[in-house]
DNA sequence: AGATCAGGATACATTTCTGTATCGAAGTGA
DNA sequence: TCACTTCGATACAGAAATGTATCCTGATCT
């Protein structure tokens, strides 16, 4: 009985490893330019390990796109709760732009991140399950930023010229793109997180009413 | 000499021909998966013509890219110039919706477009050749639907909460991702049209002060 | 008309990738 | 300790893609 756990464990261990290499792999050319070879490469495998975990590569990428999106939703939902366990947060128009750094605190992306979020997005917009699964995570995000926006402006007597869903869309959207730009330019870390910080921080402003 | 020109104007229509194609397949699975030869049979020829034109599929999708960026932002800026040539447009925080479905005008894109547009920008994302293309792009367009806000704005006596340029920004890049998700939803172009417009229209309503 | 040449087609060699079938090592239970 | 099982490594065959070298056709000029 212990036998087929330690087993399993070995060989969730491989998977894993298997995704999280193939996850940069993506991210890096593209899922369609990486071979499978060059991701177990990149895992410390070679490919009899990976078609024994995995029937074909896009049977991996799928397993990877539900992972990434339970990632992502559940670090938002975290941050989230964790923003409001702190305590009704003190805004004002004027420092609106500091509590939206607090929400862009959610998910600090880097290259890495927009690489394969990107990745998956053109492949969502390809493949109709996928598309479901994409539009899914990206309704949850939402979902999660809106309550933190209701919250913070219940709390402080403020309101949006939109409904809050929409505020959060619009958010979340910016927040893609200006990190989309911030990483043609080339930004590092800290000044892509800066350069998103200051765009969701002007349109929050711009789109509060008080 | 004459020679050279009618020869020049087979090889340009075969290059012409091969770039179209070439797009159409890029746009349907991606760059990275479209084999040279699909390419050739969807534009009617054989490799040998491929060759005879473009040193590899890479000096291709270059191409493609310029061209492609031309066309939208010359695209864009006809279009605004025939809207500001046709009078100044009445606007009311009420009507804002209208002018923003006449912004939105600009540029019906159906599916092809996005997924094209989409495949641009990832490939954008790991390129600094193609990001730069990419940005001055994106520059030239917000730059355009600026000038159409100010102009708009200005002739009835209203502004918006933020810059012009940044308006113009939050409206394209909205305009993207609700083309995106259009597209996930499987919505065809009308719908798809009408969807991206009621997106704008409430955003640039929200932006609005009267 | 005949010569010439550009440009696309054909044929070929090579590389790369995929998927499967088989092997062997490491860990487990009796 | 020995048989057994699992799972990753190795070996192999076939397919697909690339790029080049050569051929052929049809248009142009004298």
């Known amino acids: 009985m212990s036998d087929t756990v330690a087993i399993s464990r070995r060989r969730e261990t491989t998977r894993r490893r298997l995704l999280d290499a193939a996850a940069e792999v993506f991210a890096e050319v593209g899922m369609d330019a990486a071979s499978v070879e060059t991701i177990c490469d990149a895992a410390g495998f070679t490919r009899g390990a990976f078609y024994s975990n995995f029937a074909s590569k896009e049977e991996l990428f799928f397993a990877l796109v539900r992972l990434v999106a339970d990632a992502r939703v559940g670090g938002v939902r975290e941050k989230v709760a964790a923003l409001e366990a702190e305590g009704p947060l003190e805004v004002t128009s004027r420092n609106a732009v500091e509590v939206v750094r607090h929400v862009l605190d959610i998910e600090p992306d880097d290259r890495f991140g927009v690489l394969l979020s990107n990745e998956i997005r053109i492949h969502a917009l390809r493949d109709p399950d996928l598309a479901q699964a994409y539009l899914e995570q990206e309704s949850a995000i939402c ?68």
């Open 143 to 210: 979902a999660s930023v809106a309550r933190l926006l209701d919250d913070v402006a219940g709390h402080n007597g403020m309101s949006f010229h939109l409904p809050s869903r929409d505020v959060a869309r619009i958010l979340v959207t910016a927040w893609d793109s200006a990190a989309v730009r911030g990483v043609m330019a080339g930004l590092g870390q800290s000044e892509l997180a800066r350069h998103i910080g200051d765009e969701l921080g002007s349109i929050t402003a711009a789109l509060l009413v008080d």
